[in-house]
């Protein structure tokens, strides 16, 4: 029968069982880890060669979780109770590690995903890398919203006579020690990396293009994201974003006199509709206050030794370092689907955005950071395992009616095959 299976099975094609789960971060890791508890296997494609490859390769040195950790728990394992309550990059590696080993999840390492596309005649998901093309009825897309860094075309870039790097080739600001550096943005990463430049003795310059909410990372002896969960309990989302101004107001100020406009909306409402995180402060304020981190407005050019500004001054500068974010890369590989929109997204907001059509679903892409994540895992987890309960019920009853019928092993075998290709055919495994 090996000449059978060779047919069937082409040497670079894989049939994958259970789904396929594109992405090793902490949403495919999710994803896999539940999926497990209800016996399904899975499959993990990841493009680099370990698991939270953003987290090991593209983040600074300094960077903790914003968030205390039992926010940013996956499930079923939460953070070891010795963690701090904001675990450090490596501390969150660590657990990373622990929750794949704990859960059995083994990703297949270097495996891009060039392109996933679902083949209607044969109602199931083709998945191609560089050198295979793997099978199944269920695809998990968990690449997430920071995939890829976003770098701005400013004018001038090409003429910079210095280095400028994006936040993820940032690592420490002891490599820009003593020199005048522009940072650009002024999100969490923004920030922080303009914190860490201050204490290497160097003179960041950070530019606020638009308006932010800052707000502190605690407030009276609480956490900020704590008493954010604890009041959105209680009261609507437009009077806890007052309630939260009004607090943060109290305790760090009037952010419009550092240069830092609030926007309108506030920042509950706003991160909710637009994905744009509030600041949370872990001391860039009191230098931005003291001087030592200088706000900016907007550039207007990039020039051979520095930059020239919306307001009209011009500075010269040592490096330039992007802090701009990250986007989804879902547009560049996954074809023929209308599920996301063309920046990578779902087209469906949260809580809805988690399943598309033809076992196609996502994770990872709630704009709530991990606790979005964890409740993606769980969904998606108990939906595929009500089919896949049905399917296996259903091949179960026909392999012992082949049984009864046919004692010849090596049949029952060739026949058992054709009902997993007949389903395949009719979308059901």
């Given at each position: ?6 047919k ?43 698991i939270?490859?953003l ?16 926010y ?15 675990p ?6 660590s ?19 060039q ?7 044969r109602?199931f ?9 793997y ?11 920071n995939?890829?860094?976003?770098i ?5 870039m090409?003429?910079f ?9 940032y ?7 003593n020199q ?23 003179v960041?310059h ?8 800052v ?34 107001n ?12 609030r926007p309108?909306?506030?920042p ?10 509030p600041v ?42 992007l ?17 996301f ?7 469906t ?41 049905t ?27 054709d ?11």
């Amino acid at each position: 029968m090996g000449s059978c299976t060779e047919k069937e099975e082409p040497a670079k094609r894989v049939r994958v069982p259970g789904p396929i789960i594109v992405g090793a971060g902490p949403s495919g890791l999710a994803a896999s880890a539940c999926l497990y508890e209800h016996g399904v296997p899975s499959v993990i494609l990841e493009r680099s060669n370990c698991i939270a490859s953003l987290w090991q390769h593209k983040t600074y040195d300094r960077l903790k979780l914003h968030l205390p950790k039992k926010y940013c728990a996956l499930p079923l394992l939460g953070f070891p109770e010795h963690f701090p309550m904001y675990p450090t990059r490596d501390q969150f590696i660590s657990y990373m590690e622990s929750y794949a080993a704990h859960f059995s999840i083994q990703p297949r390492f270097n495996q891009s995903v060039q392109s996933a596309e679902f083949d209607s005649s044969r109602g199931f998901w083709r998945v191609k890398t560089h050198d295979l093309e793997y099978i199944s009825r269920w695809l998990i897309v968990a690449t997430g919203e920071n995939a890829e860094p976003v770098i701005p075309e400013i004018v001038g870039m090409e003429r910079f006579r210095g280095p400028i790097v994006h936040t993820t080739a940032y690592k420490s600001g002891s490599d820009f020690a003593n020199q005048k550096v522009l940072v650009v943005g002024c999100g969490n990463s923004g920030m922080e990396v303009s914190l860490d430049l201050c204490r290497h003795s160097a003179v960041p310059h950070m530019v606020v293009r638009n308006t932010v909410h800052v707000l502190p990372r605690e407030m009276f002896g609480f956490s900020t994201f704590g008493i954010i969960m604890a009041l959105l309990r209680w009261f609507p989302l437009k009077l806890v974003d007052r309630l939260l101004l009004l607090a943060a107001n109290f305790t760090i100020g009037n952010t419009d006199q550092l240069g830092l406009h609030r926007p309108k909306t506030g920042p509950i409402e706003l991160k909710n509709v637009t994905g744009k995180t509030p600041v949370l402060d872990v001391g860039a304020l009191s230098q931005i206050k003291s001087g030592k981190i200088k706000v900016m407005e907007g550039v207007r050019e990039i020039t051979r030794n520095g930059a020239k500004f919306m307001d009209g001054q011009e500075k010269e500068f040592d490096s330039i370092i992007l802090a701009t974010g990250y986007k989804s890369n879902v547009p560049t590989w996954l074809k023929g689907c209308g599920f996301f929109t063309k920046d990578g997204m779902p087209q469906t907001p949260f809580p809805n955005g988690w399943k598309g059509e033809n076992g196609l679903y996502t994770v990872g892409f709630t704009r709530r950071g991990l606790l979005g994540t964890a409740s993606d895992a769980v969904r998606i987890a108990n939906d595929v395992a009500d089919q896949w309960r049905t399917i296996k019920d259903c091949c179960n009853s026909h392999i012992i009616l082949l049984k009864n019928r046919n004692k010849n092993k090596l049949v029952v075998e060739e026949e058992v095959d054709d009902l997993d290709q007949r389903n395949i055919n009719r979308g059901l495994g």
